[in-house]
């Protein structure tokens, strides 16, 4: 079974930075992408990051230069690194994982953690 667990959610000044983890566990096609989500209040969920199994990267334009998600396969662990924080980052992030053997949609998700940053 999947089980995704995020963590390193805090609140924040504008200008600081944060660093996310989740811990994965259960999940065994490296194959296919992580990522992470955000949802703010009032909003839907968008992506924000996301990594596949080659490691090549992709981020949502509002966060391009700021935010980098990373994965150690050693510790089963996705991290993004939020750097230059905004308020209009403030959300709940979640972790997810695509469907194994399909890698098409993101079937496994995480808790969320919450990030809220003042100004």
């Known amino acids: 079974q999947v089980h995704l667990v995020e963590s390193g959610g805090d609140l924040v000044q504008a200008g600081g930075s944060l660093r996310l983890s989740c811990l994965v566990s259960g999940y065994t096609d490296s194959s296919c992408s992580l990522g992470w989500f955000r949802q703010a209040a009032g909003k839907e969920r968008e992506g924000v990051a996301h990594?596949?199994?080659?490691?090549?990267?992709i981020y949502a334009e509002s966060v391009e230069g700021r935010f980098t998600i990373s994965e150690d396969n050693a510790n089963y662990t996705l991290y993004l690194q939020m750097n230059s924080l905004k308020p209009e980052d403030s959300a709940m992030y979640y972790c997810a994982a695509q469907r194994e053997r399909w890698c098409d949609e993101y079937s496994y998700w995480g808790q969320g953690t919450q990030v809220t940053v003042s100004s």
């Open positions: 990594i596949d199994g080659r490691g090549s990267t």
